[in-house]
């Protein structure tokens, strides 16, 4: 067996992970101001270059911008990854604490042959869709469909409604409550793909035909192997992902 050596998280990156964490759960917002370099090396006990790196890190992510006024959230999170969003909900927090997310339709359909496949059930089997658009003020910044098994249905009718979810942690923290059932950490993937924009992604995106739009899927099963959602997304061009 080759030898693997566990070293402990580079202490920039632990500071870049806190002030990831804080900008997920919606405690710092777009155009909120961080601490400056100088404070959290004060209040972290580090060196102040160690501070600075963090925060240009935090650049790098595209989760802040740093100009004469300080360093300010410029990320909404609308585009955090769904890896993010299944931590957010792990950690009882709310999977969209500030942003305008808006459901286009809930019901149940027979599924296509790729859901059917991510789902592991039958073509034709009937299973939850539900349609979302995010905004950011009046322009859309992702648009996704989230699918689950048809027998949720029934036990929590309110993954049909166009209502918002309660309790703020989205479809699968509202299973989870009632339930008692989540996906298991190690069992989830993701895939991502530069690719151009179908007319129903045109639509609700607000972009043209054709226009470069990113797209995403993930797949969420629990310890049992059933998946309990595949989402699929599209986000615009210009526009960042937060991947952690």
Known sequence: MTPHLQRPEPIYMQLVNHYRDVIAAGDLRDGERLPTVREISEQWKVAYTTAAKALRQLAADGLVSTSKQGTIVTFMESTFSPADRLRSVGRGRRIYPHGASKIIS?????APQHVADALDVEPGEQVIRRERVTMHGDVPVTWSVTWMPGELAEQVPELLSM??????????????????????????????CATRATALVAERLGVAEGDPVLVGENTWPEESGVVLEFGEYAIPENQWVYVK
Do not use: H, N, Q
Not at 106 to 110: F, G, S
């Open 106 to 110: 809930a019901a149940l359909v027979d």
């Open 163 to 192: 209502a918002p979810i309660p309790g703020g942690g989205g479809t699968i923290g509202l299973v989870k409550e009632r339930l008692g059932r989540f996906p298991k950490a190690g069992l989830d993937s993701y895939r991502e």
